[in-house]
């Protein structure tokens, strides 16, 4: 490669033929770990898993220098989920004419890939950031920070009712 910064990008656009397989009709970003070593191209030494179809990696510095660049709000869509790590940031930034414009990025665990599917969380804790393009759930993530905006300038103890988003193909 080049430089390191388009070798990283290669690996974080990647997409594993084996997870290509199994995640048949589905986009974004998913990553995995295996026990079997054998699974790993020699090009990924950090023995991650990518399923990236359409999708936006951001790596742990690119997460870290758009938090410093942006004031990011964290939120907890569901306390439900199967993943309790799964986490969403949200912010605001301009493009170059001044219209303000939603980022959405979903941080999420590493889970364990086995019997060709998911697996529970990887015990190192290890996590990833997507940046979120669905409309479905962008559109819910400005509603829900509109409602919390609206709440917090006019004082109101309860928030009404909410539409859900299905976050279920978020793992």
């Not at 510095?61 to 907890?76: S, V």
């Not at 940031?89 to 001044?98: A, E, F, I, K």
């Not at 999420?108 to 969380?121: C, L, M």
Request: with cysteine.
């Amino acid at each position: 490669m080049i430089s390191s910064a388009i070798n990283r990008a290669d690996q974080l656009s990647s997409c594993s033929a084996v997870l290509r397989r199994s995640f048949l009709r589905q986009r974004g970003v998913e990553v995995m770990t295996s026990v079997d070593l054998g699974m790993f191209e020699k090009a990924h030494p950090d023995r991650l898993l990518r399923f990236n179809v359409d999708g936006i990696e951001l790596d742990r510095p690119a997460f870290d220098k758009l938090k410093r660049e942006l004031a990011l709000k964290r939120l907890t869509p569901d306390a439900s989920l199967a993943c309790d790590a799964l986490t969403l940031y949200v912010g605001r930034y301009p493009d170059n004419s001044g219209v303000k414009h939603w980022l959405v990025i979903r941080k999420a665990a590493v889970h364990f890939w086995s019997d060709s599917s998911i697996g529970p969380e990887e015990q190192k804790g290890r996590c990833f950031y997507e940046v979120l393009t669905d409309p479905e759930v962008l559109a819910w993530v400005k509603n829900k920070m509109n409602r919390r905006h609206r709440k917090r300038v006019m004082g109101f103890d309860s928030e009404p009712s909410e539409s859900s988003v299905s976050f279920s193909n978020l793992h």
